[in-house]
T-cell receptor, first 114, second 112 residues
């Protein structure tokens, strides 16, 4: 089954403790992206990658890092999480870089930073 | 990308057709209309998209007016599992940041 898989689904952590949220897709998609969703603010793009070893900042990249060492994986790294990074996070992939292609989303990771 | 306007919420009886409107009066000639939905805190799901002609797939139909300033998403036989927030988005071609912002959308509630 074609899918985007995020782990973990739920995470509670303390301020300053480094964490990684994994994202993997099995569709051989070139484009991958991370978003956060907050009440009243909609979905906001954090980082995106148009292909292996190519990453770029989205609208809200501060406090986050990403890497794209292989096509299927696109982990999101929070080096020193803070409470304002408490949010619902989604990973998504598209077959290629063109915005007109359909985006496939993961099931989300609900992160709480205390 | 052009701005869209949707009603904040709608009700529909189970088994009936759900018609969700979207206004996009500033759409330009090369921009497409996309619909996604999000079932409570799950990942958004693509539904359908179109440029100017009406489109149909296994999930829904998309009717775009001739002047392209508005469109309607039709779920022909709504079920309880169709209860979700539906987002209408207008997008042009291009790469880079994709601007999928999913603002407020329409909260569709299917009543038994």
């Amino acid at each position: 089954e074609a899918q985007v898989t995020q782990n973990p689904r739920y995470l509670i952590t303390v301020t300053g403790k480094k964490l990684t949220v994994t994202c993997s897709q099995n569709m051989n998609h070139e484009y991958m992206s991370w978003y956060r969703q907050d009440p009243g603010l909609g979905l906001r793009q954090i980082y995106y990658s148009m292909n292996v070893e190519v990453t770029d900042k989205g609208d809200v990249p501060e406090g986050y890092k990403v890497s794209r060492k292989e096509k299927r994986n696109f982990p999101l790294i929070l080096e020193s999480p803070s409470p304002n990074q408490t949010s619902l996070y989604f990973c998504a992939s598209r077959i290629q870089w063109d915005r007109l292609t359909e985006a496939f989303f993961g099931q989300g990771t609900r992160l709480t930073v205390v | 990308d052009a701005k869209t306007t949707q009603p904040p919420s709608m009700d529909c009886a189970e088994g009936r057709a759900a018609n969700l409107p979207c206004n996009h009066s500033t759409i330009s000639g090369n921009e497409y209309v996309y619909w996604y939905r999000q079932i409570h805190s799950q990942g958004p799901q693509y539904i359908i998209h179109g440029l100017k002609n009406n489109e149909t797939n296994e999930m829904a139909s998309l009717i775009i007016t001739e002047d392209r300033k508005s469109s309607t998403l039709i779920l022909p036989h709504a079920t309880l599992r169709d209860t979700a927030v539906y987002y209408c988005i207008v997008r042009g071609a291009g790469g880079g940041a994709d601007g999928l912002t999913f603002g407020k959308g329409t909260h569709l509630i299917i009543q038994p």
